[in-house]
């Protein structure tokens, strides 16, 4: 007992030396920051960090189930002390935070190689990990805040680390007001929830009774919070702009695991420490979910901005995150806890696989990035002849991203599906008619996915080259390959063996809802079974095994038997070839339809082509003009709002002294007239 | 005993000493290092009072729990800032901003306004304190003025008229107070001393304890710099040399602010007096939102933080008025965080205004990339002025915030608000000053960058780790204020 | 004795208030001075009649301060420089003298309103003084805001300060530091003032504090 | 178990070779109707024959992704189509891939051909990814929508146990099935790039969405992106057929009398389906492009219409 005991606290243990390493990695480089020396004494150091907590969340997530490790230090606030302590959820999200944080070293280690300003980017990287690493591992509103806000800081920092432009600037602007409204919603969520004898420690919070009011508020707030760090519509207009900002380690780091923390504080906070649900918070959930999923692909789409695309899509899959989660609500509102463990374990599935091919593709547009230091697909193209293995993995990620078989993706999305086809034995019929419905949505945004990253990658890697740099670009360094391949292989992997992962979400399950998913381990063939063998099965391996086996002999027996001549010729195009590689389709009108079909709804998309006179040589233009309109509708105005009040209030800097005795005077006239009528 | 007695003796008698010695000699070097030296001898005096135990409460001199914060973080202030006084001054002279005879009353009056400040927190009688934060504040009229531009002459007469008025409204609710004690203590010195009248508060008549607290909030008030009492503040700090905006900010408000707690005390010591939060939590608040929207359209560096100490004494005193072990705990905090933040940021504006040649925002920019101390100075500095971590003041805010929320809900809105709002506009400014293309000049600054980043590190330190006996002393003080 | 003592200082007190009011009816500085003038000069008489009736010696000295410094010298110094400035043909009140001494009369009313919550137990003659200084406190500062005119400010304000000695001296047995504090404060008051009115007319020539708002930092 | 192995191969097989047979009777039908001969139903097995035989005309650019594309979408197809019940239900490997998961392995088809249409960079191919992919992005919620009604109805995704309930008398009549049937054969339309929505015969028409995305290929890879859209067809006809009449379906177990009644009637209920089919293009025309998404959007709303019908007869 007491060894396990000790075993316990040691995996905290662990937790807080890498952090206590990051940091001090994070102090080193300040003042010799330009000298290669550091760039891969940081680089180095964060891998090793990360890797170190790493295995040990994983030792922990998978040996001592659902026990927790439990630590406390004399720091914080005085009287109540840091808490640290790890659970199978923290466990869960430590892994994913430090996997990314570990991949996204390895690839800085080559992509470093070209950062302009390496003094503003390596003090603040380790930073950023330890803050993400810190809000996990945290066990009491105080620390959790903090690291929180740290954590926001440390990429507010790294967002600015170009920042002489002024549109990165104007991003971590509104990132950092976007971030610390969370942070304030947060801040307000916690009061509510620690009460007014300020019992912040999470025990105190999840024995504190909560009635029903506080309940509805503290969600409310929490969708403000971690919503507005995660992304989810219409508090995602910072995301897009801050995270094609920072270099592209970061902007994996940022969008594939600091919008998981988010989502690690949104399940903290409703599933752990608010206690029973109620089923219409599942509602509310579940519809921002859907609504998040298709807006944010539909964004995506109309983005030629390869990194900003992606920014967008991390939307879209926060939005399939966070029906998931709304499914466990409302299942577990409603005591059917096995359904809610199958929606909860899709979500974090989920979560897993997107912190890994949004990494790896951010990876990608970041070698895209160093190769051509283009970001706008339009100047792209034909890089798969340029950069095969950075093309490669990226057409992997896409394939992931896309949920199509048999990679990762598509298995988080079908259990999510599983989940929803539940849906007809829930009592309230506001989501016996809702889910399903939410189930259209979450098909549709994957079908748009889909068409989105077929734009992606047909324009970027295939196709002629559109532009001198895409024509002479070269594959990027062995370290970045490498972190990408490594994601590759991990997408593959948790694709074709969903059933270990499921396993190893089983106490986590276990631990919040009380339970799990059927043992997949022992289902025959390896394939995963969520209720029951007649339901529903999926078995990736088989899958892949039948395609590469049918494909490959289809192939041999072609060329084996039938001819396997083959001649290059320019391409036939019915005839009518032409040379320049502007007559290609280009991202834009590739988008096209799909702008007609959905964008006239939703961004009041107009488009006008200006055709000269018969005669005339200058060329024909086609301006298309999109509306964003939850800017336009929502902060524009509370911009426009601020400015009015600051300009009115503005007179008080200009009066004569005579007028501000004339204040002091009617206050003190107030004043006294209180005093004389109401006491 | 009779040492620690010889402490509080001290200091008082080195700054007036000093005073006195500055004002007739002549020559910078020797002066500003004498300045150093006597704020030092003060600092150690007082840290003798902080660790040997306290004398006796005698008629006039008082140490206990609430004022030996208060001393002890002026005299800290004010020793850091004698040292950073020391280069900027030598920058003013140079460029003939400052005559030598202007020079030395400067120092003079710098001493003479130590003592005024430390006379008014150790001051055991309400007419000596009176008193003292009178003559502090006139001296400060006296420094504000010093350029002697227009708008420096400008700035010193509103502070002088509105200040001399505020004199005359807290000088009357302090003959209230009289007059509601010596019904109950009986004529003569004793009942203007505090010790005595917290004692027999009981027993005052709650009306016109009512009416003196009305009098000495708007009295007092008017230094505090609540609004709309605040008119003098923002252009005495954007006008005077960048050393007296720092003592201004981190001390004299300070000053104010603790006379009006101690008379909090007072109040709340009676029964049947009417409960003075209500009315501190409301200036607050209208101190807190009005300076967050005033800091949008601000062009002077120096005048856009002066708003925020505004904003920021509006938090505190909205905190003291909450009440309550956890807010008052929180006020205290807030209020050494203020201090340390916000007279790091004036050390860091004061540089970043003698090497740019001008206090215009506008005219500031990409600090960070022509002098990295001085400009990542200032964006560590208003990171931590606007509350985020890991800096003390997001701990007080964070104990302020939660615990308004779970007890009054509809103020905290109001709040976070303020806060949200004044955010806005300190990091737009600061994104324009500390990042995007530099402009101006690019040349060394021969600043002083020890007393800044002390008090940064001071702040951060505090922001992870508060030390127990500093926490059991504050938990004493928030204890007492109730 | 005691009734007529009461009475005496009650009559001072109430002449006090008055003359504040006429101070409010002025419009013009030369007047207003010598009503100042005036107004100090009864502020010393109740003085000394409170000295008397406590007997308390002490007082006296205050009663002498007010009379020399505010009943003479402030009023002559103020009408040098009005001379120097020539601005004593300025009609310097911001709103008409209806308004304004209608606003007085709500003063003086919400005065004695916030006075009469007192407990009769405070002995009565601290009681009325105190409403009555209340009231000139409140006139003094309603002048300073309806005057345009430096000056004219600087009547209100020690008119204001005269409220306060007559409060502090209507205490029975305040001990010296108040005295002395108010004196210092006056003293301080009127050099600082002096001071400021020398450079401000050496500056800008006018003591009309409008001349000061056309050098407000920020106006651009 | 061997037995199980091999009615599964043959389901393979059978599906391999019957699907060009579908097509060309198909054809067939059509020309007749139009008052042709026709080509004789044999055709399509030529056509994919000689192709086979000929060599590959690549274009310059064309990258290893254009070469590898067709065999994995006629793998990716084939192994859909296998595990579809055409005869029997007894298959060994229904559980590997659930109703989703096939249409998800279509999709994977789909989105590979539309990268190939765009890899040599002509203009023509980009227009038949851009427009194959804005039909998918509405065919394929429909057809989940559809799925889910299905999936309610019969509290499973997987195929064989679907189509063995909707064969038990349980079921009987319901609207939402009716309406998921109308929404699953538009979705077929659109899927096979059939007329109204695209015309399968036609080339150098802006109209035209599959050929174009195909225009490149030539020899073997053409062959494999021909076999494998008209494995596709079979598969929906299939998948409507053991869908909606899942009369003479055998069940599990390897009684060869009833897998032989089983075949003939799988063979009776695709010439049926190929009739209907082409009767039913011969019968309207070819809509423009932007009515597409008009006709996809009703199957959409047809889907969600059968989905909440479906709480509604429920709940009588």
Partial sequence: MTGEIASRALSVEIGLWSVAALLGTAILPVLRSRSPIARNLVYGACLAACSVALASALTHLLGLAGRHAALTLPLGIPWIGAHFRIDALAAFFLVVVNLGGAAASLYGLGYGRHEAAAERVLPFFPAFLAGMNLVVLADDAFTFLLSWEFMSLASWALVLAHHRDSDNTRAGYIYLIMASFGTLALLLAFGLLAGTEGGYTFDAIRAGEHPTRVGALVLGLVLLGAGSKAGIVPLHVWLPLAHPAAPSHVSALMSGVMTKVAVYGFIRVVFDLLGEPNWWSGLVVLLLGGVTAVLGVLYALMQHDLKRLLAYHTVENIGIIYIGLGLALAFSANGMQAAAALALAAALFHVLNHSIFKSLLFFGAGAVLTATRERDMEHLGGLIHRMPYTSFTFLVGCVAISALPPLNGFVSEWLTFQAILQSPDLPQWGLKVMVPAVGGLLALSAALAAACFVKAFGVTFLGRPRSDAARTASEVDRFSLAAMFVFAALCLLAGILPGFVIDSLAPVTLSLLGERMPMQSGVPWLSIVPIAESRSSYNGILVFLFIAISASLAAYVIHRFASRALRRAPAWDCGFPDPSPVTQYTAGSFAQPIRRVFGTLVFQAREQVEMPPPGSLQPARLTVKVRDFIWDGIYAPIAGLIVLVSERLNVFQFLTIRQYLSLVFLSLVILLLVLALWL | ?482 | ?220 | MIADIIIQGVEMALVLLLAPLLTGFTRKVKARLLRRRGPSLIQPYRDLLRLLRKEVVLAENASWLFRVAPYLIFAATWVAAALVPTFGTGLMFSWTADLIAIIALLASARFFLALAGMDVGTSFGGIGSSREVMIASLAEPAMLLIVFTLALVAGSTQLSAVAAYMASPVVGLRVSLGLALVGLIMVALAENARIPVDNPATHLELTMVHEAMVLEYSGRHLAMIELAASIKLLLYVSLIACLFTPWGLTGPGTDTAMIALGVASYLGKLTVGGFLLAVFETAIAKMRVFRVPEFLGAALMLGLLAVLLLFVSRSL
Wanted: glycine share 8%; hydrophobic share 60%.
């Fill in chain 3, 1 to 220: 004795m005691d009734g007529l003592a009461f009475d005496i200082a009650h009559m001072l007190a109430g002449g006090l208030v008055l003359l504040s009011f006429m101070m409010l009816y002025q419009d013009r500085l030369y007047a207003l001075l010598n009503i100042f003038a005036f107004h100090a000069l009864v502020l010393a008489l109740s003085v000394a009649w409170q000295a008397f009736i406590q007997d308390a010696p002490h007082l006296y000295i205050t009663a002498t301060i007010a009379l020399v410094f505010k009943a003479f010298v402030i009023p002559v110094v103020l009408h040098r420089i009005i001379q120097r400035l020539g601005i004593h043909r300025e009609i310097e009140t911001v709103i008409g003298i209806g308004p304004t001494m209608l606003a007085g009369m709500g003063l003086v009313a919400l005065s004695i309103a916030v006075m009469l919550q007192v407990t009769p137990g405070a002995d009565p003659v601290a009681r009325e003084d105190l409403a009555f200084a209340l009231s000139v406190l409140l006139l003094g500062l309603l002048v300073m805001v309806t005057r345009r005119n430096a000056v004219g400010q600087v009547v209100g304000f020690m008119s204001l300060e005269n409220g306060l000695v007559l409060a502090a001296t209507g205490a029975r047995g305040m001990p010296l530091v108040v005295e002395i504090s108010v004196a210092f404060s006056i003293l301080i008051a009127f050099i600082v003032i002096g001071i400021f009115l020398f450079r401000i007319r050496e500056r800008f020539d006018t003591v009309d504090v409008h001349a000061l708002d056309r050098h407000r930092g920020e106006r651009q």
């Fill in chain 2, 1 to 482: 005993m009779v040492f620690a007695f010889d402490a509080v003796a001290a200091v008082l008698l080195i700054p007036l000493g000093a005073a006195a010695l500055l004002a007739m000699l002549p020559g910078y070097h020797l002066t500003a290092r004498l300045n150093v030296l006597a704020a030092f001898l003060t600092l150690l005096a007082a840290l003798s009072l902080l660790l040997g135990e306290r004398p006796e409460p005698g008629p006039y001199l008082l140490i206990d729990d609430l004022n030996i914060v208060f001393i002890v973080l002026n005299i800290f202030v004010g020793f850091t800032t004698s040292v950073f006084s020391a280069s900027y001054i030598a920058h003013e002279l140079e460029i003939g901003r400052l005559t030598p005879t202007y020079l030395r009353f400067y120092h003079a009056m710098y001493q003479v306004l130590m003592f005024a400040m430390n006379l008014a927190l150790v001051a055991n009688n309400v007419g000596l304190m009176w008193v003292a934060i009178e003559l502090a504040t006139l001296t400060t009229v006296l420094m504000v003025g010093i350029y002697r531009t227009h708008e420096a002459l400008e700035a010193a007469w509103k502070y002088f008229i509105l200040g001399s008025v505020g004199i005359a409204l807290a000088l009357f609710g302090t003959i209230l107070v009289y007059m509601a004690a010596h019904p109950v203590i009986g004529e003569g010195l004793d009942a203007m001393v505090w010790t005595t009248l917290i004692d027999h508060v009981g027993a005052f008549d709650p009306a016109l304890l009512n009416l003196a607290f009305v009098f000495l909030l708007l009295g007092y008030g008017t230094k505090v710099g609540l609004a709309p009492l605040h008119a003098w503040l923002p252009d005495a700090h954007a006008e005077g040399p960048t050393p007296i905006s720092a003592v201004l900010s981190g001390l004299l408000l300070n000053v104010a602010l603790y006379a009006v707690l101690r008379f909090k005390l007072l109040l709340a010591a009676n029964p049947e007096a009417l409960a003075s939060g209500p009315l501190m939590v409301s200036m607050g608040l209208v101190s807190l939102v009005f300076a967050s929207f005033m800091l949008y359209r601000r062009r002077d560096i120096k005048r856009m933080f002066a708003y925020s100490s505004i904003e920021h004494m509006g938090i505190i005193t909205f905190a003291f008025g909450m009440g309550g072990p956890i807010a008052n705990f929180a006020g205290l905090l807030h209020m050494v965080m203020h201090s340390l933040t916000k007279s790091a940021i004036f050390f860091a504006v004061g540089h970043i205004a003698q090497v740019k040649g001008t206090q215009n925002i506008a005219d500031i920019r990409g600090l960070t990339e022509t002098h990295p101390w001085l400009g990542w100075g200032l964006v560590f500095g208003v990171v931590a002025i606007s509350g985020l971590p890991p800096l003390g003041i997001f701990m007080s805010e964070f104990l302020v915030v939660t615990s308004t929320f779970a007890r009054e809900p509809l103020l905290a809105i109001p709040l976070v608000f303020g806060l949200l709002v004044a955010f806005g506009a300190l990091l737009l400014r600061l994104n324009g000053l500390a990042f995007g293309e530099p402009c101006g000049s690019t040349a060394p600054a021969e600043a002083s960058y020890v007393p800044m980043f002390v008090h940064l590190g001071l702040v951060l330190a505090a922001g992870l780790y508060l030390p127990p006996p500093l926490i059991a002393w504050f938990q004493k003080v928030a204890a007492a204020l109730g």
